[in-house]
Nanobody, 125 residues
Framework: QVQLVESGGGLVQAGGSLRLSCAAS????????MGWLRQAPGKEREFVAA????????YYADSVKGRFTISRDNAKNTVYLQMNSLKTEDTAVYYC??????????????????WGKGTLVTVSS
């Protein structure tokens, strides 16, 4: 079992930066792929970023490529999402997720094993 708790959301101006954190509990955290997804009001949930357990491979949605960076510190059981050059269209609830298969993060999000409760990011113009 893995429990995920997000933090770091808030209100920022366009062009600003914010770092989200996801604290994980559970003895098997190290061997899970981790990801971030988001959902804006009236829109479908969409993939944002993912990272494999060894920290050797990262994946990003085209909309955030070059602006967001995902990382993890397995010793601290924590995953991060550094968000730079924020745009108003980045406004959404951001969810941390864990799954044993990286492909689930990329193509089959409805079957992700574990979810956090989300943290709201609001970007003002």
């Amino acid at each position: 079992q893995v429990q995920l708790v997000e933090s770091g959301g808030g209100l920022v101006q366009a062009g600003g930066s914010l770092r989200l954190s996801c604290a994980a509990s559970g003895r098997s955290f190290t061997y899970y792929s981790m990801g971030w997804l988001r959902q804006a009001p009236g829109k479908e949930r969409e993939f944002v970023a993912a990272i494999n357990w060894s920290n050797s491979n990262t994946y990003y949605a085209d909309s955030v490529k070059g602006r967001f960076t995902i990382s993890r510190d397995n010793a601290k059981n924590t995953v991060y999402l550094q968000m730079n050059s924020l745009k108003t269209e980045d406004t959404a609830v951001y969810y941390c997720a864990a799954d044993k298969a990286i492909g689930t993060m990329l193509r089959d999000t409805t079957n992700i094993d574990y979810w956090g409760k989300g943290t709201l990011v609001t970007v003002s113009s």
